[in-house]
């Protein structure tokens, strides 16, 4: 691995949120959730909605909280990703689904391409913020 692709990699890993108002076609605009100083709270830190996490162990974790707590789209689901430094290819396959919504009759589980792994352009990428774009899949 190239110290530029470790470099890149370092500032994927962590627990971003998806920023719904600025999230562009067929992509997703994801912002890093910043532990607030201690001793203080610190809303961004617990902003509700879909937050992917990306472990250094090439785990994902991508859940989905609602301060309701009565949203269909909660879940707890986990799969792994990995990034294709020459291409710039972040992929996310989710293999596991701890939890599907609290509602029964509406359950909350993965798509079958996100089942069979997304993979995204990264379009940029700094220290809180990282835009990317969905590839479309070869058929």
């Known amino acids: 691995m190239t110290s530029a692709n470790e470099q890149r990699v370092s ?3 962590g627990v971003w949120f998806v920023d719904v108002p600025e999230a562009c076609n067929r992509g997703l605009l994801l912002k890093k959730k910043m532990p607030p100083p201690e001793g203080q709270l610190s809303p961004g830190f617990l902003i509700g909605g879909s ?3 990306f472990q250094e162990t090439g785990k994902l974790i991508d ?4 301060w309701c707590g009565m949203d269909p789209n909660l879940h707890s689901w986990s799969g792994k990703w990995k990034l294709d ?3 710039n290819i972040l992929s996310m396959q989710i293999e596991n689904v701890e939890s ?3 509602m029964p009759d509406q359950p909350s589980i993965p798509s079958e391409d996100y089942k069979n792994g997304r993979e995204y352009k990264i379009i ?3 220290e ?4 990317l ?4 899949s070869q058929v």
Request: with cysteine; net charge neutral; proline share 4%.
């Open 51 to 53: 937050s992917p996490e």
């Open 85 to 87: 430094g020459e291409q």
């Open 63 to 66: 859940s989905y909280s609602a």
């Open 100 to 102: 599907s919504g609290c």
């Open 133 to 136: 774009t969905r590839v479309q």
């Open 128 to 131: 809180q913020k990282m835009l």
């Open 124 to 126: 940029e990428l700094t």
């Open 11 to 13: 500032l994927i890993r």
